[in-house]
Nanobody, 122 residues
Framework: QVQLVESGGGLVQPGGSLRLSCAVSGSIFSLSHMGWYRQAPGKQRELVAAITRAGNTNYADSVKGRFTISKDNAKNLVYLQMNSLKSEDTAVYYC????????????????WGQGTQVTVSS
């Protein structure tokens, strides 16, 4: 069973930066696609950034040029570097992994980690 532990969230001022980490266990990390998602209060969970097993990336329009997804196959970690943060980036951020790219894009997972809260406020 896949276990996901997100960390790195916090309170940051607009324009600031944070780097989120996701520790993955229970899957063949190097063969998996990965995604970062977020859910703001009263809104549906949405895909923020995704990375294929080959390292190709995909971003939501709202974060392009500000967020960068990366992974470390040796450490089973996936990262989300968030720069130029805005108040609308405030949400709980989650990661997930799958061997099917379509599931990453559709966020069709039965289970999620606990997430990490990101709050952007002055």
């Amino acid at each position: 069973q896949v276990q996901l532990v997100e960390s790195g969230g916090g309170l940051v001022q607009p324009g600031g930066s944070l780097r989120l980490s996701c520790a993955v266990s229970g899957s063949i990390f190097s063969l998996s696609h990965m995604g970062w998602y977020r859910q703001a209060p009263g809104k549906q969970r949405e895909l923020v950034a995704a990375i294929t097993r080959a390292g190709n990336t995909n971003y939501a329009d709202s974060v392009k040029g500000r967020f960068t997804i990366s992974k470390d196959n040796a450490k089973n970690l996936v990262y989300l570097q968030m720069n130029s943060l805005k108040s609308e980036d405030t949400a709980v951020y989650y990661c997930n992994v799958d061997s099917y790219w379509s599931r990453i894009l559709e966020a069709s997972f039965a289970s999620w980690g606990q997430g990490t809260q990101v709050t952007v406020s002055s």
